[in-house]
C-alpha cells in the first residue's frame, strides 16, 4: 500500500451518529410495521448490519446483486439485477439501502425492480451522495452524507479489497 495516502472524510462518530438519527427516523415511520431493506451486500453490508441494530422495529432482508462497475466491457444499462428475492414484496414498506449515490443509474434501476413487486411503500437512504452535476435521477431520496467526488474507502467501501474495515471514510490518494 505503498504511495497511498488516506485523509478521513466522514468519522466514526459521524457515521454512528447520521445512522443513529436515521434509525429513530425510520422507527417512528413504520412504529408497529415492518420494514424490509432491499439492498446490495457487495459494500453495503457493514452499514446495514449497523443501520438494523439501531433500528426500533421489526426488519427483515432482502439481498440483491447489481452490477459492479470494474468489469471490462460491462453494460450496465443492459446487465441484470439478481433481486435474489426469497419473498414477495407486495403490500410491504421497503427501504433501498445504498452505499454510494454517484449518477443514479443502477439505484434507479433497482428502485423500478422493486416497484414492480407492488411494495405497499419505498424509502431510499444512501449512506453517502458524492457531488455529481451528471446525475439524472428523478427518485425521491435520503443520504446521510453528501461530499464531493472523491475516491474513498472504509465502512465497507474498498480499493483492490483493502480498507474495507477501517470503522471511518477516507478518500484515498494514490500517488503515481
Known sequence: MENQKLVTIITEEEIRSAIANAAQSYGKLYENQQLTIVADLRNSFIFIADLIR???????????????KDIENCNLQNSKIDLGLTESLKGKNVLIVNDILLNGNTLTRLYDYVKNEDPGSIKILNLIEKDNKDRN????????????????????????????????????????
Open 54 to 68: 439501531e433500528l426500533p422495529i421489526d426488519v427483515t432482508i432482502q439481498f440483491v446483486a447489481t452490477p459492479t
Open 137 to 176: 435521477i428523478s427518485l425521491e431520496y435520503e443520504s446521510l452524507f453528501k461530499i464531493d467526488n472523491l475516491f474513498i474507502v472504509g465502512y465497507g467501501l474498498t480499493y483492490n479489497e483493502s480498507y474495507r474495515g477501517l470503522k471511518a471514510i477516507y478518500s484515498l490518494e494514490i500517488a503515481k
